[in-house]
């Protein structure tokens, strides 16, 4: 979508599927322009950044008649400036000159550097020519890079995330026909296909929105709180704009569009949220290619594109929530296949925890590598607080959570690994240095036991991810023939939010793994446990940690060989990993091996984060076409012809339609009954495949998506039936058929009016044509508002037959009169009037077609009641669940 030029919007096409169109044309660029910038090799140097361009400028007239040798003597200038800025900001040597020169070049008026790039990126006709990037663009790709590179670069105290303002002398698509609501409607999103500056200052935002004058339409763009920004103010041309700027390829989601006119002019309000992206993650995106290659049998690419763009495949607002539902399916798939054969039927010992817990650095020791410890400089010692030092019991795990001090320098653990790493070390305490589980057989006692790394919990590689790891974990400990569990917590988690973080870790160990008769089923080790570490926060970090166990899990504090103290067995180096090991088989201790299989709820409250994505109109629109399929239907009753007998054999193709959907309504409730399936499972694989995990927030999630799905249905089933109506009042009208038919008919929609009439009333509406009202947000599926009277055209994409709406489990579309392809111009008084001509013969025909058209919507309503009454039986049980997990 580009928000500032808009071609033409043709006159003869249905304006949402011509803005569903713009919005693939948006991702098919969008992916070739991230596949440019990545193939475009790191650049340093402003000079070498705009070199390319050079050529260009000097014969365009953002180039101001300017020469490429009077060109790079305004980049000469512009370096010089920005040096002296940096010493002025005191930031010099910790922000390039290069940097700041990129970003002072884009806001640049004398030359219009900014003005050529945004002209070629956004010219929709030119940019790619038979698949090939044109050449202005790639001459672009370079200062792009430099650019991209710099913002996130800068000094934290430059990053904005408060609310920002862009004011466009324009309305959408185009000033002639101002479908601003309809162009940006709720839900949809687009992409900043150039650098896109706004400003802190609304006043100023204003000024860009009366360029064209104050009495003249205007958009104005909000970026929501929290969207992150660069102020660019202290390196701008012009600092009074307070810019604040948003990268190449930013992702916007439209929250809602609000008109103003209280100035005597329309001014657009146009709301957006800034849709995060996480890091990019390469090392992770060739560890699952790798496996992808090992492994055939699976489908990878989307998991391997996430982590090396830090974020899904880009994709239409309609198929957004397939594709996270997809995400989460293929990590899954990629960290089950990664140890299950190694682990199936066997004994095995599970590390998790937090990112950053030293999960792999306990598990390299444990595997036999040597662990060496290097000290620095003697560090300030302290007494450490109440606890610390004393080496004396307290009772069970309190006790042995603190040692003596040690008058050395801070250690650092350093593993001595032969040849490939069999567990790598992570860096970094919010991010996984890789992404699968890592499997090694050792032999304890004379038994083996398989140690399994798992990835950390909290990872911030994104929701789906994270269900994904949840959802491997718990197949993996059912999988296993016993399954032990090590749960690491590093002490400084007492420390941020108090102790925020280790509630939520605990909380979540006790949901993959509940507390049973037999005591609980994780240890924990707390890991950088000593004064070397918290200095003379140790004892005040002890003392929070065991308050935040007892709160959390009381008992375990006081338990026998439950928590342990990671650092002193990994420093002491009196124990080894076998010993250390032997010690789950003590029967006395005081944690017990896991009881599987394991059924609880293990997924975290933040699943909605996810679950949002499948109440979104746009995925209720995707279903809606995928029970389109029967091609025959819409190839029956598609053409145009004039013969009067034809609408009658169309009217009686309805009816078979009608016919057959009443018996898939039939079979979706005995489907849901029978073999509890949803219909959003039964046409998405994906959430089938989610579904059969059979956790309650999952199925809360789909079920909530099945609820909003079905009551859309019946939305379309009101609309359907008020057709109907229109029909039977134009043929009363017309005398077309004799008044006892008429009757007959009536009484029988009366009868159809009373059951619409409680679904409305059911979902708190007064009336029907209330409940058919317009909708928040726009579905490309969406029917005309006007439907109603008795000679309103319905010219929908100019067609013959009005989609029925499918209720859930619907496998096939049933086109009514107007369809949704290839007539055009015909209305519903056109239609009768047609019959109208024959009616004379055929009164007897059209009265049992729309009687037959009525017992049909009857079944239909009925069906739609049954789904409604179990679904929320089911609803029901799964929140029962939830509560009992």
């Not at 926060?537 to 439950?562: I, R, T, Y």
Request: aromatic share 8%; net charge negative.
């Amino acid at each position: 979508m580009q928000v500032d030029d808009m071609a033409s919007l043709p006159q003869d096409r249905n304006f949402h599927e011509f803005v569903q169109q713009l919005g693939e044309q948006d991702i098919a660029w969008y992916i070739k322009m991230q596949h440019m910038i990545d193939d475009t090799e790191p650049v340093h140097d402003l000079h070498e950044a705009l070199a390319p361009m050079l050529p260009l400028m000097s014969v365009a007239e953002e180039g101001c008649g300017m020469s490429e040798e009077e060109l790079k003597q305004v980049v000469d200038g512009t370096l010089q400036i920005m040096r002296d800025k940096l010493l002025e900001l005191g930031i010099q040597g910790k922000f390039s000159e290069h940097y700041a020169g990129a970003i002072n070049i884009y806001t640049q008026a004398h030359v219009r550097w900014f003005r050529f790039m945004s002209r070629h990126l956004n010219d929709t006709k030119q940019r790619c020519n038979h698949g090939n990037i044109s050449e202005p663009v790639l001459a672009c790709r370079k200062y792009l890079k430099l650019l991209m590179a710099a913002l996130p670069a800068m000094p934290s105290r430059f990053i904005s995330k408060e609310r920002t303002f862009r004011g466009v002398a324009w309305v959408y698509p185009e000033p002639t026909r101002p479908l601003t609501a309809e162009y940006f409607y709720k839900g949809r999103r687009a992409y900043f296909f150039t650098m896109r500056s706004f400003s802190r200052n609304e006043t100023e935002a204003q000024k860009f929105a009366n360029e064209k004058g104050r009495d003249q339409a205007a958009t104005m763009f909000h970026m929501g709180e929290g969207a992150v920004g660069y102020s660019i103010s202290e390196f701008s041309a012009i600092p009074e704009e307070e810019e604040v700027l948003y990268p190449f390829l930013s992702e916007v989601e439209v929250e809602g569009v609000a008109l103003d006119e209280s100035d005597g002019r329309p001014l657009h309000h146009v709301h957006l949220r800034q849709v995060l992206r996480h890091r990019a993650q390469p090392v992770k995106a060739e560890e699952v290619e790798a496996f992808a290659a090992r492994r055939t049998d699976l489908s990878l690419s989307d998991l391997a594109y996430f982590f090396r763009h830090g974020a899904p495949s880009p994709t239409t607002a309609d198929k957004r929530a397939v594709a996270s539902a997809e995400l989460v399916n293929q990590a899954f798939d990629a960290l089950v296949g990664a140890v299950e054969p190694q682990i199936r039927g066997k004994t095995a010992l599970f590390l998790v925890g937090a990112t950053g817990a030293g999960k792999s650095t306990l598990a390299c020791w444990l595997g036999g590598s040597p662990v060496r410890i290097e000290y620095g400089s003697p560090a300030n010692q302290a007494a450490g607080g109440e606890g610390s030092g004393s080496g004396g019991r307290l009772g069970g795990a309190r006790a042995r959570l603190c040692g003596p001090s040690v008058q050395r320098g801070p250690p650092r653990l350093c593993v001595a690994l032969g040849g490939e790493e069999e567990f790598p070390i992570g860096q970094e305490s919010t991010t996984s240095k890789t992404f699968l589980p890592k499997a090694k057989a050792m032999d304890i006692e004379g038994e083996t036991v398989v140690l399994v790394d798992m990835p950390g919990f909290g990872d911030t590689a994104g929701i789906e991810i994270q269900i994904a790891v949840d959802l491997a974990l718990r197949h993996l400990v059912n999988q296993a023939g016993e399954s032990l569990v090590l749960a690491l917590v590093d002490i400084a988690s007492v420390a941020a939010e108090r102790g925020a973080p280790l509630r939520t870790l605990l909380k979540k160990l006790l949901r993959h793994f509940p507390k049973t008769e037999k005591g609980f089923q994780f240890r924990v080790g707390v890991t950088k446990c000593d004064e070397t570490f918290a200095a003379n926060k140790e004892g005040e970090w002890m003392n929070s940690f065991v308050q935040v166990l007892d709160e959390c899990c009381p008992g375990m504090a006081d338990a026998d060989d439950v928590v342990i103290n990671i650092n002193r067995e990994l420093y002491s180096q009196t124990i080894s990993p076998s010993a250390f090991l032997s010690t789950w088989r003590r029967p006395e201790q005081g944690s017990q091996p896991v009881q599987s299989p394991l059924d609880s709820d293990c997924l975290d409250p933040n699943i909605e984060l996810f679950a949002r994505e499948f109440l979104h109109p746009g995925f209720h629109a995707f279903l809606l076409r995928s029970f389109i399929g029967d091609a025959a239907w819409q190839e029956k009753l598609g053409g145009e012809s004039d013969d009067n007998d034809d609408a009658l054999k169309r009217a009686k193709l309805y009816l078979e339609a009608l016919d057959a959907y009443a018996k898939q309504m039939r079979e979706a409730s005995y489907a849901l009954v029978h073999h509890q399936k949803l219909s959003i499972q039964r046409q998405v694989p994906a959430i089938d495949k989610l579904l059969d995990t059979k956790q309650p927030r999952l199925v809360l999630c789909f079920l909530d998506a099945e609820e909003e799905f079905l009551i859309e249905q019946q939305k379309l089933q009101l609309k359907n039936f008020l057709m109907i109506q229109v029909a039977i009042e134009d043929v009363r009208k017309r005398d077309s058929m004799t008044k006892g038919h008429v009757t007959e008919l009536k009484t029988k929609a009366d009868r159809v009016a009373e059951q619409l009439q409680a679904i409305a009333s059911n979902h708190g509406y007064q009336d029907l044509a209330i409940m058919i009202g317009p909708d928040e947000g726009k579905n490309f599926m969406e029917l005309p508002r006007n439907i109603g009277a008795a000679t309103v055209s319905l010219n929908v994409l100019g067609a013959i037959a009005l989609v029925l709406a499918t209720a859930p489990g619907a496998a096939v579309a049933v086109p009514l009169w107007l369809t949704y392809s290839v007539w055009g111009g015909y209305t519903v008084t056109g239609l009768t009037t047609m019959w109208a001509k024959s009616q004379q013969r055929h009164s007897e025909n059209v009265k049992d077609t729309l009687s037959q058209m009525l017992d049909a919507l009857l079944q239909t309503i009925d069906a739609l009641h049954s789904q409604k009454t179990r679904l929320d039986a089911e609803k029901e049980r799964a929140r029962k669940k939830r509560l009992v997990c």
